[in-house]
């Protein structure tokens, strides 16, 4: 399905609970609105929503947090509001942080998933993300393992 009109915009506090209640739904151990502050307020963070909708009313259908130190882009937050879902947000989203990644001339993108979430790794593999290793234990409220997902821009 084709995405609804999507802009991809910089995060503002004002998305915040939004934001919150995608997050919500979306993760066993979802960030807190304070943790989406400090990236608001962060010099590494680069915050990233998906607006949805015409004129005025435009909500978040999505969004990512990303950071930018040295030449690497490391993705840390991506989300899509369930009724957006399949429609191309989380792609755009992507597509904006390697854009993104590439002008701050960062070389690689690198991000983490769960093994057990393959309309995740499947995304990320028709952006030519690759297996790069795993993070033993990562994910703490599960004891699941994490892929390490990179790839070069």
């Known amino acids: 399905m084709p995405n609804p009109g999507i802009v991809i915009t910089d995060m503002n506090e004002a998305d915040l609970p939004e934001i919150q209640a995608i997050e919500n739904v979306s993760f066993l151990a979802p960030w807190s609105e304070q943790m989406f502050r400090q990236e608001l307020q962060s010099h590494l963070s680069c915050c990233r929503v998906a607006r949805a909708g015409q004129g005025q009313c435009l909500a978040v259908a999505g969004y990512l947090i990303s950071w930018l130190y040295a030449a690497e882009t490391h993705i840390h937050n991506i989300a899509v509001k369930q009724e957006f879902r399949r ?28 093994p057990s979430n393959s309309a995740a790794i499947r995304l990320y593999e028709k952006f030519a993300f690759r297996r790069l290793g795993v993070r033993k234990a990562y994910y703490r409220e599960t004891g699941e393992d994490a892929l390490v997902l990179g790839r070069m821009i």
């Open 87 to 114: 429609m191309g947000v989380a792609g755009l989203l992507l597509e904006d942080a390697i854009r993104l990644a590439r002008a701050q001339a960062a070389q690689w993108v690198y991000l983490e998933v769960r």
